[in-house]
């Protein structure tokens, strides 16, 4: 294997190279052929404190079996308050039901300040979206995320800094908008001056179940 790292101005730029050998594993039978890995990526900064770059990663088999993802990400921080950022990626590998529904993306902001703090996003990630050189917790999903903190400090109070008071959601469907899960939380927090704080929260989780299943000897949890 080989690698190149280094930055040369606003640009960054790293590159790997990886080749296994074919290998036979006797304790299961398994013949694992030749394969290489290989990882380009370049970032370029702009502006004061904001960048783009992209990727691309491959997988190539000797036996014409491969696996290629390629995606581009930005962050851009408007201002010391206000930031938002968009990412998007791609996978190929043969066959041409793996050509549809391979994307995904994921987009949003987020504003802070002493006294307020929110944020919003939203993935989507495609049923047959699959990068071989990565992880991907779950398929063919739409995530919407979002949350809301008012901290406003307490100099009356001598012995408390800081209280904050936060909201945060997430609702998960599939492609057919199934709701997959949906969850809200709410929390308040205090924060004291000799740097212990004390916390109270409530949640409220759904959570859509395909199957049935037992948790022990007649005790089932019923799909929804």
Do not use: C
Request: glycine share 10%.
């Amino acid at each position: 294997g080989a690698r190149l790292i280094g930055k040369t101005g606003d640009y960054s730029l790293g590159v790997l190279s990886l080749q296994t050998d074919n290998i036979y594993i006797d304790s299961d039978s398994t013949d694992v052929p030749e394969i290489n890995f290989s990882a380009i990526r370049l970032k370029r900064d702009i502006f004061s404190r904001s960048s783009v770059g992209v990727m691309f990663l491959n997988k190539e088999g000797m036996n014409d079996g491969y696996n290629r993802s390629a995606g581009f990400d930005t962050n851009f921080n408007v201002n010391e308050n206000f930031s938002f950022f968009l990412v998007g990626a791609g996978t190929f590998s043969p066959g041409k039901e793996s050509r549809r529904n391979n994307l995904a993306g994921n987009a949003g902001f987020r504003f802070q300040s002493d006294l307020w703090q929110y944020n919003l996003s939203f993935l989507n990630i495609d049923r047959e979206f699959n990068p071989e050189m990565g992880f991907v917790k779950r398929k063919d999903i739409r995530l919407t995320e979002g949350g809301i903190t008012l901290s406003p400090r307490f100099d009356q109070i001598p012995a408390i800094r800081k209280i904050f008071i936060t909201g945060t959601g997430n609702y998960q469907t599939n492609r057919h908008n199934r709701v997959l899960n949906r969850k809200v939380t709410g929390t308040f927090t205090i924060d004291f001056e000799n740097t212990t704080n004390i916390s109270f929260t409530v949640d409220r989780e759904f959570e859509y179940l395909e199957d049935d299943f037992d948790i022990r000897p007649g005790l089932k949890i019923v799909r929804g």
